[in-house]
């Protein structure tokens, strides 16, 4: 099976899904995976670094933006990017590409299945056709429930110590397609949302791994994700992280 994967450039948090999925390649050789190539789109899309800025500086305020950028610099001069995980599965990197160009389709056409990883780009329809298997998303969330950003963030304020992580077929609507599978992780050792992300995205490159190992056998079980059942949420403002530090965690 020829796999394209695509995700976003974040060496804070998104590398950890990385990590794992890299240092489990025998496994998907073993079950004749072929990865066709590792594609990176700019961090939250089109969104500016300006406001980037702002979204962090308004959850994380002053000291906790600070931390942030001291993660991210150290991060960066350990060169922890897109194109360092994509030598090391030996396979193409394609940087910033127009997603939804003909000339992407036609790579997108040649696989059989895409695999977005927090990709920071909404998937069109002609895009979400062109593999023969479709496309897959990863979601720290346990859809329906949970839809939408930061849902870490969200499953913690509401109390939750386990962390629904779902994989599920896109659509043209957010984090609505069918769902492959769905699992809870125990983030109750974890003090910080940092932590709990982090352990998050380790065991969420892990159930990708599975699944593309048995990618039949889940396919032919999909649930429906119920829309009558969805919650959304957006990024957090300091209001909901005042009542997300209720609960005793931090944030970093």
């Not at 599965?89 to 910033?96: C, D, E, K």
């Not at 699992?183 to 940092?194: P, Y």
């Amino acid at each position: 099976m020829k796999v394209l994967l695509i995700t976003q450039e974040d060496p804070i948090y998104v590398s950890e899904f990385w990590d794992e999925f890299v240092s489990r390649q025998d496994e998907l050789k073993s079950h004749n995976i072929e990865i066709e190539a590792l594609v990176s789109l700019e961090t939250l899309g089109k969104s500016k670094k300006t406001d980037l800025l702002k979204r962090i500086y308004g959850m994380y305020g002053l000291s906790g933006t600070a931390k942030i950028a001291m993660k991210y610099f150290r991060a960066r001069m350990n060169k922890k990017d897109i194109k360092l995980y994509a030598e090391k599965m030996g396979v193409r990197f394609i940087s910033r590409p127009k997603i939804h160009s003909e000339e992407f389709l036609k790579i997108a056409r040649n696989t059989d299945l895409i695999i977005s990883a927090a990709a920071s780009r909404k998937f069109k329809k002609k895009l979400l056709e062109a593999p023969k298997l479709g496309c897959i998303n990863i979601h720290s969330g346990p859809l329906p429930k949970y839809q939408g950003m930061m849902p870490v963030f969200w499953q913690l304020k509401d109390g939750e110590n386990t962390i629904g992580i779902t994989i599920f077929k896109m659509n043209e609507e957010l984090d609505a397609g069918d769902i492959y599978a769905q699992k809870f992780v125990d983030v109750s050792n974890c003090n910080t949302l940092d932590a709990a992300i982090r352990k998050t995205k380790k065991a969420g490159a892990s159930m990708m791994i599975d699944l593309l190992c048995n990618f039949e056998k889940f396919s032919s079980d999909q649930k429906p994700n119920e829309e009558s059942e969805a919650t959304y949420f957006s990024f957090p403002d300091r209001k909901a992280v005042k009542e997300f530090l209720k609960t005793g965690r931090r944030l970093i």
